[in-house]
């Protein structure tokens, strides 16, 4: 018998799925996540979830997990004391950054402080232009007493990124047997590996956070590396990236910078599973954690990658699924600001001490404690009885705040549940609206352990007419790492204008980059029959300083692809912008090779449809506030493990499952669907 693990490690909880490849049996676990060392959570997890399939480590096959350890680290500002070495005369480009200022009239703005203190940023002479000759050649002595006294300065992590270094990499080539030699136990990060494009300052910034969180992503790593063996796994572990792909974790702790989103990614691709077997092609996803809620947009089925972003202040050019997040999670502390106005979030009570209801020392109310309050949670146990709560402290600490607001209980939690869904409703229209997509056009997709807790609500809050709860949303992204391949990027910067006359040149690129790849394919053993190919052009008009990532044509790229590539380009600068320029010249910027293995995955079949009757899934009921009706409404509490394909109900209800609860509001109709998910739906 066969396993395939998926280990999602968030802020609050550690959540298994364990996946049989013979029988298509799947079964999920939780435990709360350990903060101060998340590798031993999971390995708790991980025996846990064995143990209770009756399954040995040595079976196996698979084991992916995702983190928010450099995520974290970043946030944080935990990342390791890093030194720059860069071109003569750029060391202050990491602070100066970009004359952008959408917050000049923003008193309050706080910038993100810089990763480097000046004193650890150094300077050497070498300069290449950029026609990629050389001006000034490096001075190789420089490097080596730079070198020298960034580890006198007791640095753990050297970034190099020198200017157009992307075009000549020897330079920095250079600089790494230097600090080989004069530093080797340093983690080195170079900006020409990194990321081998364009716009200095974002090339600096991505590098910098690279050799940032290469020692804390690599400490953790090797201790996540040792327990798993000590369990007895012998399957290759993978960790996933920001684009929704995995990697093995010697690549995950060369590139850290790649897993910033690891953990809301793998959601994402689960999402598209769900749109591939609902038939629902148009989906918001609503994954609602304990410390935050992330939100992606899915336009036929599929979410949309972006090759930059900005990441908690910080510039990163890597591949990632575009996601949006925000503070607002199950473990969002509530308060009264210097105004007298409720505020929910971003600060969180996380996994310790947690919400005031797990007992553990906090006194300050959540978003939790809010649900408990009301009874949309259970209000005596969590995780199916396996976490006792306790209802009266969740009622102090509420009761506290409701003081401070001039408020009873029962107004000020369901004020703290009104809040944070106008912080979530907020976070959608951001992907949507201001982007010219009608949420009310898409159905929500509502997974993490609160998010079916508040779906309901905030699909009201936006007019979506349908909300889909799977069937293990508690665990989702877990779920996703068992349907996702491997995955990697590989990228170069030549700005050449789009004509027949650059149709070798281009051509020598992508083989450089097919060249990359193939050496990424036989260092993760990925078979010939399952590697796979896609490339991409960054193209723009001459003059623009933004660029549309666009098909590249035929494999080999020659000469027919050009005019195939123009026509893409205009046809999608019309629908982005309204016009296009069939005279004005175009120009290619970067060229992208993603490089894809493809892996067996989870599958699950659809059901044959049961009764309509959902009664035989009662198992209680439970007296739940609604301030539709302003009072308690008995409701009715489904056992969501007997709920089978074709069930019907009408809210208002209570689903509970051991991973989630989901609420169905009055007014609402509730069906389960040939793959056992629930749809959710506004009557008209």
């Known amino acids: 018998m066969s396993w395939r693990i998926g280990v999602d490690s968030g802020g609050t909880f550690t959540d298994i799925c364990l996946f049989n490849e013979e029988d298509g049996r799947v079964d999920i676990w939780k435990v709360s996540s350990t903060p101060d060392d998340p590798s031993r959570g999971i390995a708790q997890g991980v025996r846990e979830g064995l143990e209770r399939v009756g399954a040995d480590p040595s079976q196996v096959s698979y084991f992916g997990h995702g983190t928010t350890v450099g995520t974290n680290a970043l946030i944080q500002h935990r990342g390791a004391r890093t030194g720059l070495i860069t071109t003569d005369g750029f060391r202050d480009l990491l602070e100066i950054g970009r004359q952008k200022r959408p917050d000049l009239y923003d008193l309050q703005a706080d910038k993100a402080p810089v990763l480097v203190a000046r004193a650890l940023r150094l300077e050497v002479p070498e300069r290449i232009r950029h026609d990629g000759s050389v001006e000034i050649p ?28 992307f075009l000549r990499p020897e330079h920095e080539a250079a600089t790494r047997r230097i600090i080989e030699q004069e530093f080797p136990e340093a983690f080195a990060a170079f900006s020409h590996e990194v990321a081998p494009e364009f716009r200095e300052y974002e090339r600096m910034s991505t590098v910098t956070v690279n050799a940032y969180l290469g020692p804390v992503m690599q400490r953790y790593i090797r201790r996540l590396a040792g327990r798993l063996s000590e369990l007895g796994l012998t399957a290759t572990p993978h960790l996933t990236q920001s684009n929704g792909g995995v990697i093995g974790f010697d690549q995950a702790a060369r590139l850290p910078v790649r897993t910033v989103l690891s953990g809301p990614s793998t959601g994402v691709v689960a999402a598209q599973g769900l749109a591939d077997t609902t038939g629902l092609r148009d989906i918001i996803t609503f994954d609602m954690g304990g410390t935050s809620s992330d939100v992606a947009l899915l336009k036929d089925g599929r979410c949309g990658l972006t090759g930059e972003a900005d990441v908690h202040g910080y510039p990163i050019k890597a591949p990632m699924l575009d996601i949006h997040t925000v503070g607002a999670g199950g473990g969002s502390i509530a308060y009264v600001d210097s ?17 005031v209801c797990y007992g553990r020392g906090n006194e300050e109310p959540t978003v939790t404690d809010a649900n408990v309050v009301l009874q949309t949670l259970n209000p005596t146990h969590l995780l199916a009885g396996r976490m006792a709560i306790d209802q009266e402290l969740a009622k102090a600490a509420v009761d506290r705040l409701a003081g401070r607001l001039g408020l009873n209980l029962m107004e000020t939690a369901q004020g703290i549940l009104s809040v944070v869904t106008a912080n979530m409703a907020k976070a959608i229209r951001v992907i949507s609206v201001q982007r010219g997509h009608d949420p009310r056009d898409y159905a929500l997709a509502a997974f993490g352990g609160a998010g079916p807790l508040h779906a309901a609500r905030l699909a009201r809050e936006l007019d979506m007419k349908r909300v889909i709860v799977p069937l293990t949303p508690g665990i989702m992204c877990a779920t996703g790492l068992l349907q996702t391949d491997l995955r990697a990027d590989f990228a170069s910067s030549r700005q050449t204008v789009l004509d027949a006359a650059a149709a070798p040149a281009l051509a020598a690129v992508f083989d450089e980059l097919g060249e990359r790849a193939r050496r990424w394919f036989d260092e993760e053993g990925v078979a010939p029959q399952d590697r796979r190919l896609q490339r991409t052009l960054d193209v723009r008009y001459v003059g623009q300083n933004y660029e549309i990532a666009v098909p590249a044509g035929s494999d080999p790229f020659d000469l027919k692809a050009v005019p195939e590539v123009l026509t893409r380009f205009r046809n999608e600068h019309q629908r982005l912008y309204g016009f296009a320029s069939d005279t004005d010249p175009v120009q ?6 993603e490089a894809v293995g493809n892996v067996s995955k989870a599958a699950f079949p659809a059901r044959p449809a049961g009764p309509e009757d959902a009664s035989a899934a009662v198992v209680g009921s439970r007296r739940v506030w609604f301030p539709e009706a302003g009072d308690f409404v008995d409701c009715p509490i489904y056992d969501r493990g007997r709920l089978q394909p074709g069930a019907c109900f009408e809210g208002p209800a209570i689903v509970e499952q051991m991973d989630t609860t989901t609420i169905v509001l009055p007014g609402m109709t509730a069906h389960v669907e040939r793959h056992l998910n629930l749809i959710l739906e506004f009557q008209s």
């Open 138 to 165: 490096l001075d190789e002595q420089a490097v080596r007493e730079a070198v020298r006294a960034l580890k006198q300065a007791g640095v753990e992590a050297i970034a190099v990124c020198y200017l157009y270094s």
């Open 339 to 355: 105004g007298g106005l409720l505020k929910v979030g971003p600060r969180s009570a996380g996994a310790d001490p947690g919400p």
């Open 588 to 593: 290619v910027v970067t060229c992208r090779l």
